[in-house]
């Protein structure tokens, strides 16, 4: 289950694994554990990817990524910058890190990361191989 830290307000859900995204309005658990619901409470430009990060400048508050097609933007799999969100604590973060992330695409030059989260290398390798395609022709005779 994918969880995201939502930080509203005051109220912190860190213990739920969310490191955190400042939404306009209040986010329900089952918005939560669904990435396309938490979108949609976000802003319509706002969308999940798994990369690994290539670097990390903190006094910028830019990661570099290399990441996962996303299909709500169109993107191939490639490496870029990102922002990251004032509210983002990426200080627990080092480059060769896999992460799931959400991203405000608002500004299509400079993304900007509203949610991060470390996760397995496999978890990356699934979002790259769908369960369909890793079993089709792959399997041996």
């Not at 619901?37 to 976000?42: D, E, K, N, Q, S």
């Not at 999940?48 to 400048?57: E, K, N, T, W």
């Not at 990661?63 to 490496?79: A, L």
């Amino acid at each position: 289950m994918i969880r995201y830290a939502v930080f509203a307000g005051s109220l912190a859900l860190a213990p739920l694994g969310l490191v955190s995204c400042a939404p306009a309005s209040p986010v329900s658990q089952e918005e939560i554990a669904d990435p396309d619901a938490l979108g949609a409470a976000l802003g319509p430009r706002v969308a999940p990817a798994f990369g690994s990060i290539l670097s990390l400048d903190s006094a910028n508050r830019t990661i570099e990524i290399t990441h996962t097609p996303v299909n709500e933007t169109g993107w191939p799999i490639m490496q870029m910058n990102f922002s990251v969100a004032h509210h983002v604590d990426v200080s627990g973060f080092a480059p060769g890190d896999p992460v799931e992330f959400i991203f405000d695409y608002s500004n299509e030059d400079v993304p900007e990361i509203v949610a991060i989260r470390r996760v397995s290398a496999r978890e990356v390798i699934e979002a790259l191989v769908p369960d369909d395609e890793e079993s089709s022709g792959n399997e041996p005779n």
